[in-house]
C-alpha cells in the first residue's frame, strides 16, 4: 500500500541553525501538508500546498519557514533559523484531492513524522 | 476559531469491552471529519472519514457517526483488544486543514 514517508526520523539541531525536512509524498496526490505536534499538545496545521505554491498557511508559519517542491516526489519543509519553541514532530500530509468548496472530500495520509530537537 | 474537544482525555477498559470516544466541535461548517489513531512516537493512521452529508461510517469493529448540527461525533469500538491501544484523534475539515482534538489515550487491558 502507498504511504507517505519523511527523513530524517529524528533531527538534533542547534539554535539559529537551518534545518531542512523532507516528504515523499503518495506519488499520485497532488495535495500537499505540513503539521507540527509539539509534545503533550494537538496536532497543528502550518501550511497546505498544490500547483508548486502556497494555498493556505497558519499563523505559526512566519517568514522563517518555506516549503518547496524540488522536483516531482519530494516536498520539503525548511526552517531559516531554529528556536527552541521549534522542537516538535513534523509530520508531512498528502491527499488526492482538496478537500472542500462544496465538492469533493477526501483523506489526508500522513507521514511517520521527524522529530526535531533545537538545543 | 475552530476549536475540538475530546472527552475523555484518557480510558482504560478490560479487553473485549465496547467502548466510546466522543469528540466535539465549535464549529458546524466543516467538510468532513476523520478519526486517527496515533502510536506513541509514532504517525497518524486514518481510520474512518465521515463527509459533512453523512451521518456514519463504518469500517470492521469501528463506527464512527456525525451530528454536525450539534458539534458532535463518537468513535465505537466494538470488541476492544489490546492492540487497540493508542491515542485516538479526531479531526474537522475547514478549507484547506484539518483542526485536531487533543486526543483520547486508550488503554485495552488483557
Known amino acids: 500500500e502507498p504511504e507517505v514517508t519523511q527523513t530524517p526520523s529524528h533531527q538534533v539541531t542547534q539554535m539559529g541553525q537551518e534545518v531542512i525536512l523532507r516528504c515523499v509524498p503518495i506519488s499520485n496526490h497532488l495535495y500537499f501538508y505540513w503539521y507540527r505536534q509539539i509534545l503533550g499538545q494537538k496536532v497543528e496545521f502550518l501550511v497546505s500546498?498544490?500547483?508548486?505554491?502556497?494555498?493556505?498557511k497558519s499563523e505559526i508559519f512566519d517568514d522563517q519557514f518555506s516549503v518547496e517542491r524540488p522536483d516531482g516526489s519530494n516536498f520539503t519543509l525548511k526552517i531559516r533559523s531554529t528556536k527552541l519553541e521549534d522542537s516538535a514532530m513534523y509530520f508531512c500530509?498528502?491527499?488526492?484531492?482538496?478537500?472542500?468548496?462544496?465538492?469533493?472530500?477526501?483523506?489526508?495520509?500522513f507521514g511517520p513524522g521527524t522529530r526535531l530537537t533545537v538545543l | 476559531k475552530q476549536e475540538v474537544t475530546q472527552i475523555p482525555a484518557a480510558l482504560s477498559v478490560p479487553e473485549g469491552e465496547n467502548l466510546v470516544l466522543n469528540c466535539s466541535f465549535t464549529d458546524s461548517a466543516i467538510y468532513n471529519l476523520q478519526w486517527f489513531r496515533q502510536d506513541p512516537g509514532k504517525g497518524l493512521t486514518s481510520l474512518l472519514l465521515i463527509q459533512s452529508s453523512q451521518r456514519e461510517q463504518t469500517s470492521g469493529r469501528l463506527n464512527a457517526s456525525l451530528d454536525k448540527s450539534s458539534g458532535r461525533s463518537t468513535l465505537y469500538i466494538a470488541a476492544s483488544q489490546p492492540g487497540d491501544s493508542a491515542t485516538y484523534l479526531c479531526?474537522?475539515?475547514?478549507?484547506?486543514?484539518?483542526?485536531f482534538g487533543k486526543g483520547t489515550k486508550l488503554t485495552v487491558n488483557p
Open positions: 479531526a474537522v475539515m475547514k478549507a484547506e486543514k484539518l483542526v
Open positions: 500546498f498544490y500547483n508548486n505554491e502556497i494555498s493556505e
Open positions: 500530509a498528502s491527499s488526492v484531492r482538496r478537500s472542500g468548496g462544496g465538492t469533493s472530500t477526501d483523506t489526508q495520509y
